[in-house]
DNA sequence: GAGTTTGAAACT
DNA sequence: CAGTTTCAAACTC
């Protein structure tokens, strides 16, 4: 599996987990470990953590103990099965485009992906009735009225060795 | 906190 | 490919 996460999310002097729908935009981008990242918290109950629908895995994390999954087997005793996932995710991944099919939330809601990413609706989305008009660049997310700037990890650590 | 809504992911 | 079901998060009350 190819090294290919940036998790590092920079707004003002704060540092974000970004959320499951901002991945894959985040994938694109540089690479490193998670710096200072908060622990993820999954509640699955079905999907052992080994389906998508997990937030963890879906950024390739093992759960942790801030998770409150039942029957969990995305942890170092399911190797084969979770590594299995986590190809087939990096497979998705490499192709990824970030496009929605929202019906009912005019995707001005989290339930959007563009919308939660900060990303403004494409030709590629099927939503109905869009009304997602966030326009901001790459690398740019929106939530609420903060904004989010994805930085490279090397940045990062300059910026924060200057703020020293 | 419980129940509902939502749409991605999974499945057929 | 399209339609349906499953799922966990987002949202509402």
Known sequence: MKPNHCDTIFKDDQF???????????????????????????????????????????????????????????????????????????????????????RKSNCQKKYCECYNAGVKCSELCKCDDCKNSVKLGYNQFQIGNQKFILIPVQTFEQLKSQQK
């Open 16 to 102: 974000q987990t970004p959320t499951r729908q901002q991945k894959r935009v985040i994938t694109e981008t540089t690479i490193k470990k998670p710096f200072q990242q908060k622990q993820r918290q999954c509640t699955c109950k079905k999907s052992q953590c080994l389906k998508m629908y997990c937030d963890c895995l879906a950024f390739g994390e093992y759960c942790g103990s801030e998770c409150s999954c039942q029957n969990c087997h995305n942890d170092d005793k399911h190797p084969e099965q979770r590594s299995k996932v986590l190809e087939q995710m990096v497979e998705k991944n490499s192709s990824a485009q970030l496009k929605c099919n929202c």
